[in-house]
C-alpha cells in the first residue's frame, strides 16, 4: 500500500497557542490541568472520483474571502483562493478591477498562463482552460495523476488535504515535534507556499506572477514545484500540457522563479539553481545554503535577492535579506545579509526592490548599490499587510490577507496607491 501525508500545498496557517492553568480541587490535594487551545490543520481524505466526475463551474465574480496568489496577463488580474478557485478581473483600468468571474477549482492553489490557457491544479491533477473569451471559459484538458504526493492511498485513489481547525485539549499525551507543533496521535507539519515569468519566450507569450508562485513557464515548458520535488511539462502545444518528469529537489521548496533561461528554487534550507537551455531536462548549477528559514527568491543580470523568514514551520528562522552575486552561476556568492521584519514575497523592477513585510507592510529600495541597501530605505508603508508583489507594467499589485492593492509606481521614489479590492469578511 502506498501512503504519503504530505500534502503539495497546504493554506498558510499562524500557529496559535494558549495555556490556562485551571486548579482542581480535590479531596486530598491541589493538581494542575492545562488546557491547550491552538489552530492546526486535521487531514480531509477525499475520493478523486468526487471532483473529476463534477462540473468545473464558471460563475459571475464574488467577493474575495482568503486571497491566495495573484497572476497577470494582459489586461487581465487572476487571484487565486487557495482550495476553492480562482478570480477572474478586468485590470484595464488599475484604478478600478472589475470582477468578472470566478473559476471553480477544488483543490487549487497555483496558477500559470500560456497563449491565453490557464493551467490550474485540481488536487492531483493539473487542469488546462481556455481564457481567450472571458465570458466563455472552457476546459480544455485534465493530466491525471500528475501530483501524487497528496495521495494517501493511490490504489484507492484517496487524497488528502487539510483543514484549518482550532483545538482544545487537556490530553496528558500532548507532546511537541522539533518545528514547535503540539502533537498527538499525528504530526501535522504546515507550509507556507506561494514567480515571475517572462512576457514572452520563443514566441509563446506568457503571464506574470509573484515571487512565491509554485508555477511558472520557460521555453515552451511549465515547471511546478512542491515540497520536495520539481515535475516538468511540456507545454509547446499550449492546449495540450504532457508531464514529462519529476526531478527530486530534497526537502523544504517553496518558490521558482525563472531569468534568462534558468530557474531559481527556494527553499527553506537554500537557494537551488538550474539551467533549463535544454528545457525538457533542466540539470542542477548550484545550491546556496542558508539557516533554516521560509524563502522567496528574484533575480536580476548579477544579483539574487532572498528573504529569510522566520514563520511557524520555519520558527528558529532569521529575518533577513540576502544579497548574493550570481554572475558565475556555478558559485552562488553571500554579498550582504540585511535585518528586515518579517520579509514575505519581494519584486525587482530596475534599481528598485519592493518588500512585502507581513503585518508591517510594505517598503521599497534603492538597490543600484547592494552594499547600502539598508541606507537606501525610499518608503515603509506600514498601513497595510502584504505577503507577495509583482511589478506589472501597468501598477505595482500587491496581495495578502485583507486583499489586494495597486499602486503607481512610474516614480518609483514615491508609491500612490490606485485601489484596493479587500476581502469580503
Same mark, same amino acid.
Given at each position: 500500500?502506498?501512503?504519503?501525508?504530505?500534502?503539495?500545498?497546504?493554506?498558510?496557517?499562524?500557529?496559535?497557542?494558549?495555556?490556562?492553568?485551571?486548579?482542581?480541587?480535590?479531596?486530598?490535594?491541589?493538581?494542575?490541568?492545562?488546557?491547550?487551545?491552538?489552530?492546526?490543520?486535521?487531514?480531509?481524505?477525499?475520493?478523486?472520483?468526487?471532483?473529476?466526475?463534477?462540473?468545473?463551474?464558471?460563475?459571475?465574480?464574488?467577493?474575495?474571502?482568503?486571497? %491566495?496568489?495573484?497572476?497577470?496577463?494582459?489586461?487581465?488580474?487572476?487571484?487565486?483562493?487557495?482550495?476553492? %478557485?480562482?478570480?477572474?478581473?478586468?485590470?484595464?483600468?488599475?484604478?478600478?478591477?472589475?470582477?468578472?468571474?470566478?473559476?471553480?477549482?477544488?483543490?487549487?492553489?497555483?496558477?500559470?498562463?500560456?497563449?491565453?490557457?490557464?493551467?490550474?491544479?485540481?488536487?492531483?491533477?493539473?487542469?488546462?482552460?481556455?481564457?481567450?473569451?472571458?465570458?466563455?471559459?472552457?476546459?480544455?484538458?485534465?493530466?491525471?495523476?500528475?501530483?501524487?504526493?497528496?495521495?494517501?492511498?493511490?490504489?484507492?485513489?484517496?487524497?488528502?488535504?487539510?483543514?484549518?481547525?482550532?483545538?482544545?485539549?487537556?490530553?496528558?499525551?500532548?507532546?511537541?515535534?522539533?518545528?514547535? /507543533?503540539?502533537?498527538?496521535?499525528?504530526?501535522?507539519? +504546515?507550509?507556507?507556499?506561494?514567480?515571475?515569468?517572462?512576457?514572452?519566450?520563443?514566441?509563446?507569450?506568457?503571464?506574470?506572477?509573484?515571487?512565491?508562485?509554485?508555477? +511558472?513557464?520557460?521555453?515552451?515548458?511549465?515547471?511546478?514545484?512542491?515540497?520536495?520535488?520539481?515535475?516538468?511539462?511540456?507545454?509547446?502545444?499550449?492546449?495540450?500540457?504532457?508531464?514529462?518528469?519529476?526531478?527530486?529537489?530534497?526537502?523544504?521548496?517553496?518558490?521558482? /522563479?525563472?531569468?534568462?533561461?534558468?530557474?531559481?528554487?527556494?527553499?527553506?534550507?537554500?537557494? #537551488?539553481?538550474?539551467?533549463?537551455?535544454?528545457?525538457?531536462?533542466?540539470?542542477?548549477?548550484?545550491?546556496?545554503? #542558508?539557516?533554516?528559514?521560509?524563502?522567496?527568491?528574484?533575480?536580476?543580470?548579477?544579483?539574487?535577492?532572498?528573504?529569510?523568514?522566520?514563520?511557524?514551520?520555519?520558527?528558529?528562522?532569521?529575518?533577513?535579506? #540576502?544579497?548574493?552575486?550570481?554572475?558565475?552561476?556555478?558559485?552562488?556568492?553571500?554579498?550582504?545579509?540585511?535585518?528586515?521584519?518579517?520579509?514575505?514575497?519581494?519584486?525587482?523592477?530596475?534599481?528598485?526592490?519592493?518588500?512585502?513585510?507581513?503585518?508591517? %507592510?510594505?517598503?521599497?529600495?534603492?538597490?543600484?548599490?547592494?552594499?547600502?541597501?539598508?541606507?537606501?530605505?525610499?518608503? #515603509?508603508?506600514?498601513?497595510?499587510?502584504?505577503?507577495?508583489?509583482?511589478? %506589472?507594467?501597468?501598477?505595482?499589485?500587491?496581495?495578502?490577507?485583507?486583499?489586494?492593492?495597486?499602486?503607481?509606481?512610474?516614480?518609483?521614489?514615491?508609491?500612490?496607491?490606485?485601489?484596493?479590492?479587500?476581502?469580503?469578511?
Amino acid at each position: 500500500m502506498k501512503t504519503n501525508l504530505h500534502p503539495r500545498f497546504i493554506l498558510g496557517a499562524q500557529l496559535m497557542l494558549s495555556f490556562m492553568l485551571v486548579m482542581v480541587l480535590p479531596s486530598c490535594e491541589d493538581q494542575i490541568e492545562t488546557t491547550y487551545t491552538y489552530q492546526t490543520q486535521v487531514p480531509v481524505f477525499i475520493e478523486v472520483n468526487s471532483f473529476r466526475e463534477a462540473d468545473i463551474i464558471i460563475e459571475p465574480g464574488i467577493p474575495l474571502d482568503q486571497p %491566495g496568489k495573484i497572476y497577470i496577463y494582459g489586461d487581465y488580474l487572476f487571484i487565486s483562493e487557495p482550495g476553492k %478557485g480562482i478570480h477572474l478581473l478586468d485590470n484595464t483600468d488599475p484604478k478600478n478591477p472589475q470582477n468578472l468571474n470566478f473559476i471553480n477549482i477544488p483543490g487549487t492553489g497555483d496558477m500559470a498562463i500560456n497563449e491565453s490557457i490557464l493551467y490550474a491544479d485540481n488536487y492531483v491533477d493539473l487542469l488546462a482552460f481556455d481564457i481567450s473569451n472571458p465570458e466563455n471559459i472552457q476546459l480544455v484538458k485534465r493530466e491525471k495523476d500528475v501530483f501524487p504526493n497528496l495521495y494517501s492511498n493511490e490504489e484507492t485513489g484517496t487524497i488528502v488535504t487539510y483543514k484549518d481547525t482550532l483545538i482544545t485539549s487537556t490530553e496528558s499525551n500532548m507532546r511537541w515535534n522539533s518545528w514547535g /507543533f503540539p502533537t498527538f496521535r499525528t504530526d501535522i507539519m +504546515t507550509l507556507e507556499s506561494a514567480a515571475f515569468s517572462s512576457k514572452s519566450d520563443g514566441g509563446q507569450s506568457y503571464g506574470q506572477g509573484g515571487s512565491m508562485a509554485r508555477f +511558472t513557464l520557460l521555453g515552451g515548458h511549465l515547471y511546478t514545484v512542491d515540497e520536495y520535488s520539481m515535475r516538468v511539462f511540456n507545454v509547446e502545444s499550449p492546449m495540450d500540457p504532457q508531464y514529462l518528469s519529476d526531478i527530486n529537489l530534497g526537502w523544504g521548496i517553496e518558490t521558482i /522563479f525563472p531569468f534568462k533561461g534558468n530557474l531559481f528554487i527556494g527553499s527553506m534550507t537554500g537557494m #537551488h539553481i538550474y539551467d533549463a537551455s535544454n528545457p525538457a531536462e533542466p540539470r542542477e548549477l548550484a545550491v546556496y545554503s #542558508h539557516i533554516t528559514s521560509c524563502d522567496p527568491v528574484v533575480v536580476n543580470d548579477d544579483y539574487a535577492f532572498v528573504t529569510l523568514r522566520s514563520a511557524a514551520i520555519c520558527r528558529n528562522g532569521a529575518n533577513e535579506l #540576502h544579497v548574493l552575486d550570481i554572475k558565475d552561476l556555478n558559485v552562488p556568492t553571500l554579498i550582504q545579509s540585511y535585518p528586515m521584519d518579517n520579509p514575505h514575497g519581494l519584486g525587482l523592477s530596475g534599481d528598485y526592490l519592493y518588500l512585502a513585510e507581513g503585518e508591517q %507592510g510594505l517598503k521599497s529600495f534603492n538597490v543600484a548599490d547592494v552594499k547600502e541597501i539598508s541606507n537606501n530605505l525610499i518608503e #515603509h508603508l506600514k498601513n497595510y499587510i502584504f505577503t507577495d508583489i509583482i511589478p %506589472g507594467p501597468k501598477s505595482l499589485i500587491v496581495i495578502g490577507p485583507d486583499g489586494v492593492c495597486q499602486f503607481d509606481y512610474s516614480n518609483p521614489e514615491k508609491l500612490e496607491e490606485l485601489s484596493c479590492i479587500n476581502v469580503a469578511n
